[in-house]
Structures are given as structure tokens and as C-alpha cells.
């Protein structure tokens, strides 16, 4: 007995002076418990993170920020500027792992660890519509192909060059993929590749892209941690994808990030047309109510409702908004709605917060731009409509009139911009879209309801008339 504990003295003696022993509190995991804060690389994207009308979302944010509360500390991402400046910063240590719609390739796994996977997704070749398409890889000899720096098309491109020797692209290293498929989408590169996923959004504000063909095969996408013997944050990690997995949670994620957007839909004005006879009457006194109490056109809310939910009180969007006006449950909350499904609260909580917004346009800026730029907020948030006005007087245009603002406002997809932003990544082209459409809408309603009063007068004129 007094040689084992000899021996065990001579043991801790040792690890005590060459720290080599293994412990359960010297670990990856615990030591991001102790910092309370999960710091993740990330780049700065619609498939990835960035700042929404709420704060900030985007389909790795939520992932990364449920495991972030799984482990009970608070979430860091942290962008880069370059998506090839990504895996030598995971190597590096420079955060806990990325989280940054990775491919899991060969070459890859060679410089960090790959979780398990979390998505499975395509590369596809993308031309616009007015281009002939490439029918197969050997349609792209002699075409104007593009990408990305550091991405894993580039690796696939240089095997295929390997049978096709007279293979070639450009590789662009000042723009993301979703920058070179604006530039697709307005004729100044003829191709470019890139996920399914990524062109699945991209198509709602570019919609002349087309798919010319797949250039791989399924792949999967996970998150890349640092090569190390400690695999406790990585098992953790793991665990926790598992879990999403078999809970249903990760296929509720995706489809809110990548489900069908319906209020992107083409503008069917037969449609809205005949709901303005069919529908509108059930609401009309519902939005007159609101706006006379928020001084807003009623008209107005009644196109911003139908943009937001074609006038269905039942409406559920994929990314958890709702009612008649598709309110976020964060907006609801700050307004003290306690239904949304319950149309006259939607109303007034779409009244009061599009009323909210106007107050802060300043007041210099006269209508109707004051009303088209409380609506561009409305959708994107008073933050990136700033943005947008900051690189409109940069450009020399006037900041002040929604002309020259909705200009500018797709250049905050694009990375050249939106990196300099203070609020970073947004999706620009929405807004844009977004307020044309209740103009359009907003318009017609004035003419309908203008036509029905002059009825309505010439009938009462008639009544009143003596008979002759």
C-alpha cells in the first residue's frame, strides 16, 4: 500500500511539472464554457450571417447560435473579408471552428476537421436567360467562366481540367459567389458556378439566372474546426447536429431559409383585382380604423397587407412571420401585440410600426419619398436604408430621394460595398422590389376606391334628383 501511494505522489508530481496528463477541465470545451463566448468565422452573406430588420439571421447565424445556447454561453461571429482567407484562419486558430456553408472536400480535409454534415447541396453552372447554356462541362471549353477564390469549385474545375485540358476560367478573388451571379444576372460575366442553396436565393432578386447544367455531383456542407488532438468542442459539436437532426429542428431551419418565399411571387394584378372585390371589403373598415389613428393613407396599408400576405389572416411565412401583416414575434412583442393572427392587432401592429418609421426619415425629406423610404425600412430596416443613403452621397447622388437611394440599395448584396457598410450584408435587391410592388398595388386602390366614390356620388345625385 505505501508503494502505491508512492507511486501515485511520483505521478501527480509529474504531471504537475510537464502538464502532460489528461484532464476533463483542460479542454476546448471548457475553456469556451470559462469565456462565457463562442467566436465563429463566418462570412458575411444571405446563406451565411448577416444584420435583418430584427438583427442578425441568416441559416449558419441560427445554427451557430442554437448550439451557442446549447453550450449556455453568448455567440462572436466574426467575418472575413475574403472567403480564401477562411480555412488558413480555422488552422490558425483564429476562432472556434467556421460555420460558413463549407464543402467537405479532399483537399479540405487536409487543413481542418470537418463536422458532420448538416446540408446537402449542389454546384450547378448558372448563365442568364438570355444566353445559350452550356449543355455539359464540355460546353464550357471556349465560354467565359468565373469564380470565386478559395472555393471548392475551383477544386472541382482543376480535376475536370485534368480530362479537358482546354478547360479554362478566371478566378476572382474581390468578389463572393453571390457577388458573380449579380454580375450574371446583368450580362457582364456569361458564367459562374455556384451551390444550390446559394442560387435558390439568389433567383427571388436576379430572376433571368438559369441552370445550365450540375457540375458535381450531392456534397455536403458542415462546419470546419481546427485540426487538434482535443476533440471535446468538436464532439460537442457534433452531438449537437445529431440532436438538431433527429429532432426535426435542422429540416425546420432549412425550410425557413430556403423554403418557397411567396411574397416574392411575380405580381399577379387579375389576381389582386379580384381579391380587391372579394377580400378587401371583409378588411377595408379594419385598415381605415388604423390609419386614421396612425395618420396613414388606409389604401396604403391595405397594399402593404397584400404585398406582405395577399390579405390571408392566416398567413405563415418559412422564416415565422405572420397575420395579415406578417409580423416578426420580435416586432409583435415590442409593440405589445399579443395575436398576430388576430387581424385588427396585425393591422394596428403594421400601422404602428410603419408610422414608427416614418418618424424616423427626417423630416426634410418631403413625400411621397418620405412614404417610399419608410417602406424600403420596413422590409430591410432603418439600419441598411441608412447604408444605402451613405453610399448614395458617396456616389453624388441625392440621399435624400428614393430614386437615387433604390439605386444603390442591391449594392449591399455586393461584397465591394456591403464590407464597408456599418451594417454589412444586406439583401438589397428586396427593398427594391418590396416598394414597387405596394405602388403598384397602393396605386390601383386609389383609382378603385376614387372610380367607387364618383359612383357612389353620381347615384346619390340621381336619388336626389326630382322627377321630371
Known sequence: MRGWRAARYLVAAFCLLVSACPSSE??????????????????????????????????????????????????????????????????????????????????????????????????QVVCNARTLPPPDIKGLIGRHLEVAAGTS????????????????????????????????????????????????LSRQFNPDLRVAFNLSEPEKLAWAFPLSDDDSLYQ?????????????????????HYGPASRFNPINLAAFIDRITADLPLYRDIFQEAGRRYLLDWRLLAALSYQESYWDPAAVSPTGVRGIMMLTETTAQHLGIGDRMDVRQSVNGGAAYLRTLMDRIPERIPE??????????????????????IITQSQ????????????????LAQAAWYSKAKHGYARGYEPVQFVNRIRTYYEILRKTDAANRARNNSDALRLRAPAL
Open 26 to 123: 483542460n479542454n476546448k470545451l471548457n475553456a469556451v464554457k470559462h469565456a462565457g463566448e463562442l467566436v465563429v468565422l463566418t462570412r458575411n452573406s444571405p446563406t451565411t450571417y448577416y444584420e435583418g430588420p430584427d438583427g442578425p439571421t441568416g441559416f449558419e447565424y441560427d445554427l451557430a447560435h442554437a448550439f451557442a445556447e446549447r453550450l449556455g454561453v453568448t455567440l462572436r461571429m466574426k467575418t472575413v473579408d475574403r472567403f480564401s482567407h477562411l480555412l488558413p484562419m480555422v488552422a490558425n486558430g483564429e476562432g472556434d471552428f467556421a460555420a460558413a456553408g463549407l464543402t467537405i472536400t479532399p483537399l479540405r480535409e487536409t487543413q481542418v476537421r470537418f463536422s458532420p454534415p448538416y446540408q446537402i447541396i449542389r454546384q
Open 153 to 200: 469549385y475551383v477544386e472541382v474545375l482543376n480535376r475536370l481540367k485534368l480530362r479537358y485540358p482546354q478547360l479554362s476560367w478566371t478566378t476572382v478573388d474581390t468578389m463572393q459567389t453571390e457577388d458573380l451571379l449579380v454580375q450574371v444576372q446583368q450580362g457582364l460575366v456569361e458564367l459562374t458556378i455556384a451551390d444550390s442553396n446559394i442560387i435558390d
Open 236 to 256: 460537442a459539436a457534433a452531438h449537437f447536429l445529431e440532436d438538431m437532426r433527429e429532432s426535426g429542428e435542422l429540416a425546420q431551419l432549412i425550410e425557413r
Open 368 to 389: 411621397p419619398d418620405r412614404t417610399w423610404f419608410a417602406l424600403a425600412a420596413y422590409n430591410i430596416g432603418i439600419n441598411h436604408l441608412e447604408d444605402a443613403r
Open 396 to 411: 453624388g447622388g441625392d440621399p435624400d430621394k428614393w430614386t437615387d437611394v433604390k439605386e444603390r440599395l442591391p449594392l
